[in-house]
């Protein structure tokens, strides 16, 4: 493994670090310090429509980098915990009322840093999401596997800011895409933005 490839692969992990992709543990209970009223505020579909795609800095109006306050302004927010993530830490997550879908989000000093999205409401411009298989991934470009809190994520060349996770391929050492199962599936595609791709 080359160089740039160790700092990629370092950076996707340290992305996934916090993500729920091997945690168990139940949420916690609602931060009391939270009235209902802001879990739950907002009241537009944050700005979907029939042709809202997944893009590399978001969905609609929820963006990475977004404050709290610029989501609830324009989205609904319908929870808002803390929960126990990877190696015991605490991250606070917030779901999203996408009209088609809900979306849970990852929030750090109140800003959004990463969409986690496990249905097939959302897909890229070139229909790629939740159900695309890996033989469909590996054809729509450049493909990368990588491994990280015990899942197999593909990335590709021209969908920075993006990341699939995988169901139906054994976890391993990362290898070429063509060695991967063609019937592997997305469960899950993470938006984290190109410029944490590029760090």
């Given amino acids: 493994m080359t160089i740039s490839q160790r700092v990629t692969t370092a950076g996707l992990i340290a992305i996934?670090?916090?993500?729920?992709?091997?945690?168990?543990t139940p949420d916690e209970p609602e931060d009391t310090a939270r009235s209902p009223q802001r879990s739950i505020a907002g009241t537009s579909h944050?700005?979907?429509?029939?042709?809202?795609?997944?893009?590399?800095?978001?969905i609609g109006r929820l963006r990475i980098g977004a404050t709290i306050d610029d989501v609830r302004a324009?989205?609904?927010?319908?929870?808002?915990?803390?929960?126990?993530?990877?190696?015991?830490?605490?991250?606070?997550?917030i779901t999203v009322d996408l009209g088609r879908d809900t979306v849970e989000t990852v929030v750090v000093e109140d800003r959004i840093r990463r969409i986690h999205v496990d249905g097939p409401a959302f897909r890229t411009a070139d229909d790629l999401g939740v159900g695309t298989t890996v033989d469909a991934l590996r054809r729509s470009g450049s493909a990368r596997v990588l491994a990280g809190e015990g899942s197999m994520f593909l990335t590709l060349a021209?969908?920075?800011?993006?990341?699939?996770?995988?169901?139906?391929?054994?976890?391993?050492?990362?290898?070429?895409?063509?060695?991967?199962?063609?019937?592997?599936?997305?469960?899950?595609?993470?938006?984290?933005?190109?410029?944490?791709?590029?760090?």
């Fill in 16 to 24: 996934l670090g916090c993500s729920d992709t091997a945690d168990t």
């Fill in 74 to 93: 324009g989205c609904r927010i319908v929870r808002d915990t803390m929960r126990v993530a990877a190696e015991g830490m605490r991250e606070r997550r």
């Fill in 158 to 199: 021209d969908k920075c800011g993006l990341s699939f996770r995988l169901d139906g391929v054994p976890f391993g050492p990362e290898r070429p895409a063509a060695d991967l199962p063609a019937d592997g599936r997305v469960v899950e595609v993470l938006v984290f933005g190109c410029e944490a791709t590029n760090q």
């Fill in 46 to 58: 944050c700005g979907i429509d029939a042709g809202t795609i997944v893009g590399p800095e978001g």
